[in-house]
């Protein structure tokens, strides 16, 4: 019996086999290991593949995109008149317009790189637009929209243009500035002020309250914007400063509160400053569409017109200026020009250019008139006559000093600036009359200097402005560029395309 149960026992531990089992058991664990991997190199080359078409449909939607800023940025090259991007024509395309839908440019071919794109456009205004653009390839699509402006960088596309300016100087006094202000102010130093208004000014207004009557008559109308609701005048300004503090301080503003109810826009469309605010008011002071931290803008695409420069093959803009004008250069014509008052009585021209009086405060300009051999320019008042009245449309070139103590102002109702003189100077302007009102374009390379209470209805071009305590005032008038008098430096628009990139 002993036997038997040990045979059993025997039995009960054999193991033959076990290892066949376990030789399974690791096969169809490979097995699963194997597939798992198989299943994740498909998902990955699958993830890589889906990566790859993401790519290729992000660059086929830049591709878009770069070929809609190209018929935008040639729309405004190749305008005639005023351009804009609200007119419904897109560079020969038919496009809109309407603010509130995005239409297709219809591309006759839009394939690339085995996908494709549609581009499409939303007005926003006559110089602002969204451009959106989808790129497609093998069921993948990528989508980028951009906001862009253009920016026409004609200094006389604003009230003030200011170039390099001096240590610690720039911009100051008691000023009311109606109208864009653009200064680069390349010669301060860190920490200076590129303006610094105090008392009562007003920077960068946006309307015409307080042009005297006077002024006002002889200009066109403002053109009209809807802003909260309400259809406004503006004269869409904007401040852009590159180096410099803005200071603001007392009652002075940049811009001012908006007003419901009333047909004027208070607030300044936009500021681009980056060095930030100064003054007691800093800014609390500045009242703008796009807040108060956006840094200049344009980058390093705007200079300060020179006329020290090279132009069109003449070692300088003066040079060219000289070979395409009537050339005042005898004592007596520089001395007729020194003194003009309203009693003045002359005439100077040949087929170039032409200035004239008739003794009865009346002037006639035309073409490009070039006073030379350090020549000034000066109008001064006849006892209690201080009007000259101009027509015609002529530029001046004073090689010497420009001194301008009368009312300077077009004939006529409404016509400004059909009518319209300019002014240059390598050296200095000056205002220095109380109560008198200006009409015109003025360069002046050195400095503007306005002491006194000046009415300026056009746009002033210089490095440094000094505009005393006494208020002078400056109303920008936009239909200036549609209308420059020949000659007149930097009067070319030279359009910048402005893009904020944005991946939808």
């Not at 993830?47 to 190209?70: N, P």
């Not at 909260?228 to 005048?233: A, I, L, P, Q």
């Not at 020290?308 to 005898?330: E, F, I, R, W």
Request: net charge neutral.
């Amino acid at each position: 019996m002993f036997r038997k149960t040990l045979k059993h026992f025997k039995f009960l531990n054999n193991e033959r086999g076990s290892i066949l089992i376990i030789s399974y058991f690791v096969i169809v664990l490979l097995l699963g290991i194997s597939e798992a991997f198989i299943l994740v190199t498909a998902n990955e080359a699958r993830l890589a593949e889906r990566e790859r078409l993401t790519t290729v449909a992000f660059h086929v939607a830049e591709a878009g995109i770069e070929r809609g800023l190209y018929d935008l940025r040639q729309d405004f090259v190749n305008a005639v008149g005023t351009p804009s991007w609200s007119d419904g024509n897109v560079n020969g395309y038919m496009i809109g317009p309407n603010s509130a839908s995005y239409y297709t440019i219809p591309y006759s071919s839009t394939a690339l790189n085995d996908g494709s794109y549609t581009v499409q456009l939303k007005n926003d205004g006559s110089q602002n637009i969204w451009l959106q653009a989808r790129g497609t390839i093998s069921g993948v699509t990528q989508t980028i929209t951009v906001y862009v402006k253009m920016v026409d960088l004609s200094p006389w596309r604003n009230v003030i243009f200011a170039g390099a300016g001096a240590s610690g100087q720039m911009v100051n006094g008691n000023v009311d500035i109606r109208g864009s202000v653009h200064i680069l102010g390349t010669g301060l130093a860190p920490g200076d002020f590129a303006i610094n208004m105090g008392g009562t000014a007003q920077l960068v207004g946006n309307n015409y309250t307080g042009i005297p009557a006077a002024l006002s008559a002889k200009a066109p109308a403002l053109p009209t914007t809807v802003f909260n609701g309400e259809t406004v005048e503006t004269l869409n300004a904007v401040l852009r400063v590159k180096h410099g503090v803005v200071g603001v301080s007392g009652s002075a503003s940049v811009g001012e509160a908006n007003v419901a109810g009333n047909s004027t826009k208070e607030t300044v469309d936009a500021v681009y400053v980056t060095d930030g605010y100064g003054g007691n008011q800093g800014t609390g002071g500045v009242f703008s569409d796009n807040g108060t931290t956006n840094a200049y803008d344009l980058g390093d695409a705007v200079s300060f017109p020179s006329l020290n420069t090279p132009y069109q093959g003449y070692a300088t803009y003066k040079d060219y200026l000289k070979a395409n004008a009537l050339v005042v250069s005898s004592a007596s014509e520089l001395n007729t020009l020194a003194n003009l008052t309203p009693n003045s009585n002359f005439s100077l021209s040949n087929a170039k250019g032409s200035i004239s009086m008739d003794g009865n405060g009346n002037m006639a300009v035309s073409g490009i008139v070039y006073v030379d051999n350090s020549g000034d320019l000066k109008m001064d008042k006849a006892g209690s006559n201080k009007t000259i009245n101009y027509t015609g449309k002529g530029s001046l070139l004073v090689t010497g000093n420009v001194g301008i103590n009368v009312n300077l102002v077009t004939s006529g109702n409404n016509s400004f600036p059909d009518k319209i003189m300019g002014i240059m100077t390598p050296n200095v302007i000056t205002f220095n009359e109380a109560s008198i009102n200006v009409m015109g374009l003025f360069f002046a390379e050195d400095k503007v200097v306005a002491q006194k209470q000046t009415n300026i209805m056009g746009s002033l071009v210089s490095n440094y402005f000094d505009m005393g305590t006494n208020v002078p005032a400056i109303f920008q008038v936009p239909a200036t560029l549609n209308n420059m008098p020949p000659g007149m430096i930097g009067s070319n628009s030279l359009w910048y395309l402005v893009v904020a990139w944005i991946k939808s």
